[in-house]
């Protein structure tokens, strides 16, 4: 989940009682931890996933029409899914500065889909099962790359 799109979302999950970890560790997490992407296993039973998942237009609601996130589905467990995504949180560019790779947010995960070669997006998505909301209000799914 994408916090640069929730207003105070880590203060939230904080007090959500649901499992969460920040993709960005040390430095980066404490100076960017407010508009950082989180992992969070939601709940189906939960008051959060129920507020993501209703369509508001209030500003300082969840809800999924601001595409603040992804849904992963996998039979991985939360570590190892943690542990893969933190992998894909920065890219080198040409000229060597390393950059921050907003992958999580739906339109840029959407465009990475057209633009990266299938091997790396198969890299990325392994075994996920990836779904996401465009803001055009359509539903995306997707559970492998052909290389």
């Known amino acids: 989940m994408d916090a640069a ?8 999950l904080e007090s959500s ?11 980066a997490q404490e100076r960017w931890g407010d508009v950082a992407p989180w992992l969070v296993r939601l709940k189906a039973d939960h ?4 507020e993501l998942l209703l369509k508001k237009n209030n500003p300082a609601s969840f809800s999924f029409l601001k595409a603040p996130a992804l849904f992963l589905t996998t039979d991985y ?18 000229d060597g500065r390393v950059l921050l790779l ?5 339109i840029t995960f959407s ?9 790396q997006v198969s890299e990325l998505i392994e075994t996920l099962k990836v779904t996401y909301l465009l803001p055009d209000g359509e539903w995306c799914t ?6």
């Open 5 to 12: 799109k929730i207003f105070g979302f880590q203060e939230v």
């Open 17 to 27: 009682g649901m499992q969460h970890e920040c993709l960005y560790r040390g430095r």
């Open 47 to 50: 008051a959060l996933t129920r």
């Open 77 to 94: 467990s939360f570590d190892v899914v943690l542990k893969h995504l933190r992998r894909f949180t920065k890219v080198r560019a040409e």
């Open 102 to 106: 907003r992958f999580y947010d739906p």
């Open 111 to 119: 465009d990475l889909l057209e633009a990266m070669p299938s091997i």
């Open 142 to 147: 997707v559970e492998s790359v052909e290389c």
